[in-house]
């Protein structure tokens, strides 16, 4: 995930290649992937995880991808759709959130 020459073909892209910042945000777009990512599998914290899922795969979409959300592979416009839709369902009865933050009734 974080390979070397795969994050280097990243930083050749025009809206990194200029940018002071360009490592940063593609090293941190990739780290934010990867914890949201392992928070959501384990049911942990799951809308915190759906939050940062949407804003780092709207942030892919709409200014790396150039706002093209239903044609040419664009993918991660799918992911922030399904970001709201656990949102909106929270987690599910085998979450790990559902065991350390049920309530006791």
Same mark, same amino acid.
């Given at each position: 995930?974080?390979?070397? #020459?795969?994050?280097?073909?990243? @930083? $050749? ?10 490592? #940063? ?6 780290? !934010?992937?990867? +914890? ?7 049911? @942990?914290? #799951?809308?915190?995880? &759906?939050?940062? +899922?949407? &804003? ?25 759709? @399904?970001?709201?839709? !656990?949102?909106? #369902? ?5 979450? @790990?959130?559902?065991?350390?933050? $049920?309530? $006791?009734?």
């Amino acid at each position: 995930m974080f390979d070397t #020459t795969a994050m280097n073909e990243y @930083l $050749k892209w025009d809206m990194f290649k200029d940018s002071s910042l360009g490592k #940063t945000l593609v090293y941190g777009g990739k780290a !934010f992937e990867l +914890i949201a990512g392992i928070l959501l599998v384990l049911g @942990l914290l #799951t809308r915190i995880a &759906c939050i940062i +899922i949407i &804003c780092t795969l709207a942030y892919i979409a709409f200014f790396i991808g150039h706002g093209k959300i239903w044609y040419e592979d664009q993918y991660p416009f799918l992911f922030v759709i @399904l970001g709201f839709i !656990f949102i909106f #369902t929270g987690p599910g009865s085998f979450s @790990l959130d559902h065991l350390v933050f $049920k309530s $006791k009734n």
